[in-house]
Nanobody, 122 residues
Framework: QVQLVESGGGLVQPGGSLRLSCVAS????????MGWYRRAPGKERELVAT???????NYADSMEGRFTISRDNAKNTVYLQMNSLKPEDTAVYYC????????????????WGQGTLVTVSE
């Protein structure tokens, strides 16, 4: 099992910044990708950004240029730096990690964090 602990959410004014962190622990063999998703009130969960083990990143169009995803492989941690926040960025942000297990023919398992609330408001 893999546990994910997110932190960094909170209330911020429009135009402000927040940095989310997600630490993975437990039976971690090889983390292939890490990412962030979000679910806004009344909407479906959507991709924010992902980063591979090699550092390749992918962003949702509406967030590219404002958000930056990064990871520290030594710490099994993924970060999301969010700048120029808008009220429409208000959502619960979820950490997502894909782990490959070499003892199971490199089968891939997906894990989700519990979510951290980001509220952008005056």
């Amino acid at each position: 099992q893999v546990q994910l602990v997110e932190s960094g959410g909170g209330l911020v004014q429009p135009g402000g910044s927040l940095r989310l962190s997600c630490v993975a622990s437990g039976s971690i063999f090889f983390i292939s990708s890490m990412g962030w998703y979000r679910r806004a009130p009344g909407k479906e969960r959507e991709l924010v950004a992902t980063v591979t083990s090699g550092g390749s990143t992918n962003y949702a169009d509406s967030m590219e240029g404002r958000f930056t995803i990064s990871r520290d492989n030594a710490k099994n941690t993924v970060y999301l730096q969010m700048n120029s926040l808008k009220p429409e960025d208000t959502a619960v942000y979820y950490c997502n990690v894909n782990v490959k297990n070499p003892t199971m023919d490199w089968a891939q398992f997906e894990y989700w964090g519990q979510g951290t609330l980001v509220t952008v408001s005056e």
